[in-house]
């Protein structure tokens, strides 16, 4: 039975850090490409970065060089650190995996149900 589970979210005021972990279990995690999606209320869901099972990382335009994800194998663990959050970021995060094949900001497989992140001004 695949899980994803999130944690680290929370409330953060404008300029400052989180980080965002997702314990996996029930499927090959380090095969997967790994991702973490955002929704705010009212919006659609935006995919934020994926890291592929070789390392490749990407990103949305709205959090380079903000964002850096990241995955411990071993651990079956992926992370989210960001920095200089700001109102704009606040939303559900939500940890996802996916083939290999699929490792682009557009759906997944499988979720989690999310942390809430908040930030305020």
């Known amino acids: 039975q695949v899980q994803l589970v999130e944690s680290g979210g929370g409330p953060v005021q404008a300029g400052g850090s989180l980080r965002l972990s997702c314990a996996a279990s029930?499927?090959?995690?380090?095969?997967?490409?790994m991702k973490w999606f955002r929704q705010a209320p009212g919006k659609e869901r935006e995919g934020v970065a994926t890291?592929?099972?070789?390392?490749?990382?990407n990103y949305a335009d709205s959090v380079k060089g903000r964002f850096t994800i990241s995955r411990d194998n071993d651990k079956k663990t992926l992370y989210l650190q960001m920095n200089s959050l700001k109102p704009d970021d606040t939303a559900m995060y939500y940890c996802?995996?996916?083939?290999?094949?699929?490792?682009?900001?557009?759906?997944?497989?499988?979720w989690g149900q999310g942390t809430q992140v908040t930030v305020s001004s």
């Open positions: 996802a995996a996916d083939a290999y094949s699929r490792c682009t900001l557009i759906g997944a497989n499988y």
């Open positions: 029930g499927f090959a995690y380090s095969l997967y490409c």
């Open positions: 890291i592929a099972n070789d390392g490749n990382t």
